[in-house]
């Protein structure tokens, strides 16, 4: 396997393609997607899978943990979120030997304001499984990001966790994605003082790099869409 990172990125993206799991509505469904962000899209990626092709999720295991190396070396811990960041943390761990924690899934929860109305419901039960100590540093990892919200409420809820066991000096303002849409989540977390680290970004790296998988007539809506997507209200 290469160490080189951009090379990870490049065979990443076209297996992410190749196997379906970045689907158009050219190739795949004619009337696209409504993101969890509320945004529609004419494509879909669904990293979910990824657990599902070893050799791939093991790249991206591989360029994650150079990412971290390189731009996040104070963490000693990550932090997936379920359900897809927790074969994605898993992957990391395998490749840089840091120690890995996933959240539990908190069915309904959609914001902060879900998130204390769970917490309360929840009890004395721990919304995250594995061990967090005093004065680690923490990274939230997760398949892709948007707008940057489900991360902030990850957040939270890893946040809770850490008072809830009451430790200290517990830091996490690292968040690691595989994918950044970008489409907000940068300036998003710039403005909250957070740590944003995206493998690929999608407009910069991503799509250039399927040019010559994907169709002409794929690649220029893909394109044009992440350049203008006001201009893409939801088909009728």
Request: include cysteine; charge should be negative; proline fraction near 5%.
């Amino acid at each position: 396997m290469p160490d080189d990172i951009e090379t990870l990125k490049t065979q990443i993206m076209t297996e992410v393609y190749e196997k379906r799991m970045l689907l158009t509505s050219i190739r795949d469904r004619q009337e696209g997607w409504t993101l969890v962000s509320g945004l529609w899209s004419p494509f879909y990626i669904q990293l979910r899978m990824l657990s599902s092709f070893p050799e791939t999720l093991q790249k991206v295991g591989r360029a994650m943990a150079i990412l971290l190396e390189d731009e996040a070396p104070d963490v000693n811990k990550v932090v997936g979120i379920a359900f897809a960041g927790v074969p994605i943390a898993t992957a990391i761990s395998l490749e840089s030997k840091l120690p890995a924690c996933h959240t539990r899934k908190l069915v309904g929860v959609r914001n902060e304001e879900d998130l204390q109305r769970a917490i309360k419901e929840y009890g004395q039960h721990s919304m995250i499984e594995g061990i967090i100590e005093d004065s680690d540093v923490l990274c939230i990892v997760d398949d892709l990001v948007t707008r940057m919200e489900s991360k902030l409420v990850a957040r939270a809820q890893v946040l809770a966790e850490i008072e809830r066991r009451n430790l200290r000096n517990v830091s996490c303002d690292d968040i690691a994605v595989v994918v950044d849409r970008q489409q907000g989540a940068a300036e998003r977390a710039r403005e909250l003082n957070l740590r944003l680290h995206s493998l690929i970004r999608l407009v910069d790296e991503g799509v250039p790099n399927l040019r010559s998988v994907m169709s002409s007539e794929e690649y220029d809506l893909v394109s044009d869409y992440l350049a203008n997507p006001q201009e893409y209200p939801p088909p009728e």
